[in-house]
């Protein structure tokens, strides 16, 4: 079925940016919201950003003021321009879609790598 592909990840000293981008391998219909979520070693998945069809946007408080989430919905595509980046910053960081209606679904990318170096 749909893939979501993520890429842009790197290793980046303290202070600097990535962007990380991802995108449908085919056209996703219906969807409600995109996101970016994280993973740290040892640690939970959390949820970094996510952006809703409305355009509303909300962020875990580690990131507010680093990172901004933006879509472009022709493409079904989110994007996560970090700044600033800190250590702990380091993780797995994975794109997700989540579609409407009663047959719901959430689409999940396999990750991309993030290090950030002291």
């Known amino acids: 079925q749909v893939r979501l592909v993520e890429s842009g990840g790197g290793l980046v000293q303290a202070g600097g940016s990535l962007r990380l981008s991802c995108a449908a391998s085919?056209?996703?219909?219906?969807?409600?919201?995109m996101g970016w979520y994280r993973q740290a070693p040892g640690k939970q998945r959390e949820l970094v950003a996510i952006?809703?069809?409305?355009?509303?946007?909300n962020y875990a408080d580690s990131v507010k003021g680093r990172f901004t989430i933006s879509r472009d919905n022709d493409k079904d595509a989110v994007y996560l321009q970090m700044n600033s980046l800190k250590p702990e910053d380091t993780a797995v960081y994975y794109c997700?879609?989540?579609?409407?209606?009663?047959?719901?679904?959430?689409?999940w990318g396999q990750g991309t790598q993030v290090t950030v170096s002291s």
């Open positions: 085919r056209t996703i219909f219906s969807i409600n919201a």
């Open positions: 997700m879609a989540k579609t409407n209606g009663v047959s719901s679904r959430t689409y």
């Open positions: 952006t809703t069809n409305g355009g509303s946007t």
